[in-house]
Structures are given as structure tokens and as C-alpha cells.
């Protein structure tokens, strides 16, 4: 026991504070009251594990330098965060927990080695990413291709059963428990999205994040007004490929949401000029009830231009008429408020012409 007090004392002590410090740079304050931590004997079933108020460690991670120590902490700490403070709705959406927890780690180590250069820091990064990839790949190599995937029940990840409990699917699968594919996929999801906008901007989110859903138990899927800002922030982009947009629709099922959703899918659809999603539109117009003025200028254009090119074949050809009368409706309704002209349809596009201004009318007291 003096021997594991002295091992502590040299490589834990120090490391505590250093780690919760830049955790609490990164994420904001500790979601609990108190931490304490335990340390496991050298046949605990893992090198570590978080539960609210206390971290358990292993004495395996205090022999050595204290690079495993370290990270391990930074790993355990994160989970107050993710899978403690915020956890999963469905258990098989475990990556929601680890995933984070993994790529956490990472950076809050860094940032708690205080004498580390930024080049030090992102290579010792880079290391442990490779690192990470091989050991994926391995996995990926040697393991059931259902275990593998982030959300086994896919479209009925969060149902229950109907006593209110839920299914965790291969959860008496033996070899499940001691795959990592839910910490490595997260991992590399969270770091390409990390490399896409950059760190600053990502722990910004994350801050966030955690403070919007404290206490909650989240799933992965987007709700529909998730999915509306999304599609939203889609339509500022660049031009998507067909794939692209089919693969887009086959991740989210578009078809099947509301009519909010399928509204911004149809302006994807308009402004990429995607002729598999043209039955989509035609659905739309003909059977949800949209006022026409809540469309985008840029949208009704856009079908009347494609209307004058042709590019509507066979069933899915839109009528002219209905593509006329929405634009003059929403030039009447948006454009003629504000100009003193008023709108002609000229071969399926308008024209401005000036408004005959109304003679004066006099009217005479004896008329009253």
C-alpha cells in the first residue's frame, strides 16, 4: 500500500489538476458538485471508468511515465460531460459517450501539458490518430461487419417496447465487449469535423452544446428543425453532385418528413437541378398545403426556368400553369408592395410595366 500512496503521490497528484484545469478551459465548469478518485486493484476489467462523483483507475496506468496516466484521466474526465451529465437515449448509440469522451481526450491532454510547443502538441496528435486507424482498420478486418456500425437499430434507435423499456441490440454478444469500433468511428468523425472548421470554432460549439442539453438524453438523428437549418445552410453552399443528394435524401429519408423539411428538399432539388427528385416536387406542389408566397424567389424561378428549358419529362412533367401562377402570386404578393410596377407574364417569365396612374375622381357635395 506505501508503494501504490508513493505512485499516486508522483504521477497522479499532479496530473489531476492540471487535466480538470483544461478540461474546464474546453468545456466549461465541472457538472458535479465533487470528484473523488478510486484506484482499482490490476484486475479491474478496465484501465478506467467514470460514474458521477468518482473516476476509477486502474494501478496499471501508474507504472511508466505518465503519458497513459494522463490520457486515461483526460478520457474519464471528459465523461462527465459525455455519457454522465449528457447521456444517450438508446444504449447502442454508445459512440455518443465514447466517441467524444475519445476525442476529448486528445485535446485536453495537450492543453494540461503545458510545456508542449503547438507543433509538439499536434504531432504527438497525429500519432495517436494513426495509432487509432490501424487498430479500426484491424477491427474492421476481424469483426462482424453488424457489429460495426454506430447505430444498429438505425431507424428505430429510441423506440421502446411496449412496457416502456428498450432493446439493447448484441448486448449479450460477448465480442461486443471488447470491440472499440464505437470509440474509434465517433473519434474520427469528431476530428474530421475538428479539421473541417477549424478547433476554435468546434469547442465554441461544444460549449454550447453542453450547456443546451445539461441533463438531457440525446440520439444522433436530427429533429425536424435540425434538418431545416441544415437544409438551409446547404442552400448557401456550392453545387452538390446527384449522388450526393441521393445520399443525402437515403441518410435523412426526406420523403417521409414534414412538410417543413420537404419544403427546403425541393429547393435542393430546383437549385441542383436533380431530375430523380423531380417527382418530389411535383408531390409537393400538388398535395401540401403551402401558401405559395412562403417559397423563395430564387425557388419559383427556378421552376419556371427549368419549365422553359424542358428538362420535366413524362409523369413528372409540372404544368406551365401551375408554375406561372405561382410566380405571378408571389411577385403580386412580394415584388408589387414595394415598386410602382406592375407584373405581366410573358412566355412563362414577367415582365414590369408601368401602372396607369388613375385619373382624380371629384366628387361633388351634392352626391352625398
Sequence with gaps: SWLLFESCKKVLLHLLPQCLSAAYDLLGTHPFSRLDVLIVPLNFSSLGMASPHIIFLSQSILSGESNLCGTRLCHEISHAWFGLAIGARDWT?????????????????????????????????????LLRWYRLMDEVQNSEGDLQILRPNKEKTGKVVEFGSSVVKHGLNAEKIFMQVHYLKGYFLLRTFTEKIGEAAYFAFLRKYVQAFHGQLI??????????????????????????????????????????????WCEMIIKHKYVAGYADVDKFLKEDQVTPVEFSSAFIL?????????????????????????????????????????????CGLTETRPCKQAKPHSQDAGSM
Design 219 to 264: 440520439l444522433s438523428q436530427l429533429s425536424p428543425d435540425q434538418l431545416v437549418l441544415l437544409l438551409e445552410c446547404l442552400l448557401q453552399k456550392g453545387t452538390f453532385c446527384s449522388k450526393m443528394l441521393e445520399c443525402l435524401q437515403k441518410t435523412y429519408h426526406l420523403r417521409e418528413q414534414d412538410a417543413e423539411v420537404r419544403h427546403r
Design 93 to 129: 448509440e454508445e459512440w455518443l459517450s465514447e466517441g467524444f469522451a475519445t476525442h476529448l481526450e486528445d485535446a485536453i491532454w495537450s492543453a494540461a501539458q503545458k510545456q508542449l510547443s503547438v507543433t509538439e502538441a499536434k504531432e504527438q496528435q497525429d500519432l495517436k490518430t
Design 302 to 346: 427556378s421552376l419556371v426556368l427549368i419549365g422553359r428549358e424542358n428538362i420535366y419529362t413524362g409523369k413528372y412533367k409540372l404544368k406551365q400553369s401551375v408554375v406561372s401562377a405561382l410566380l405571378i402570386f408571389h411577385t403580386v404578393h412580394i415584388i408589387r408592395p414595394h415598386t410602382t410596377e406592375s407584373p405581366t407574364l410573358v
